[in-house]
């Protein structure tokens, strides 16, 4: 129904970018931490030498306290959106909230591209 059931492609482009700009939006809301989880290295020197075993250990994404829609937070949003039409993961740390978004939008955005694809298709093969 979104896209006259593979026939009408603008319907689908349509759909696929309402899709990709409330994907943006959710993201820049609740998805995005806070502050980027910093890594920590901790480790114990031997005194003679010898090898150095380090732990690296990262701390859990936090969610947003303070203003939400930034410049910065804009710059990542529709770098995950992008990845996540192309079933590709966008290795950004995200928030539980935003896990969820980002793999609603895995599923349905490249749904719409698809239709649209299947749309032109039909329109050219005529």
Not at 34 to 39: F, G, L, S
Not at 43 to 48: A, E, F, K, L, R
Not at 63 to 85: C, H, I, Q, W, Y
């Amino acid at each position: 129904m979104l896209s006259g059931y593979g026939l009408r492609a603008l319907r689908a482009l349509g759909w696929l970018a309402a899709a990709m700009l409330l994907t943006v939006v959710l993201l820049m809301g609740f998805g995005l931490p806070e502050d980027d989880p910093k890594q920590e290295a901790t480790g114990t020197v031997p005194p003679g030498g010898g090898r150095v075993t380090f732990e690296i250990d990262k701390k859990d994404p936090q969610n947003p306290t303070g203003d939400r829609f930034t410049g910065e937070r804009f710059e990542k949003a529709p770098n995950v959106t992008l990845n996540s039409v192309v079933f590709r993961s966008s290795g950004q740390d995200l928030t539980t909230a935003g896990t969820y978004v980002e793999m609603a939008s895995r599923m349905t955005e490249p749904v719409l591209l698809g239709l649209a694809v299947l749309a032109i298709r039909n329109r050219v093969k005529r």
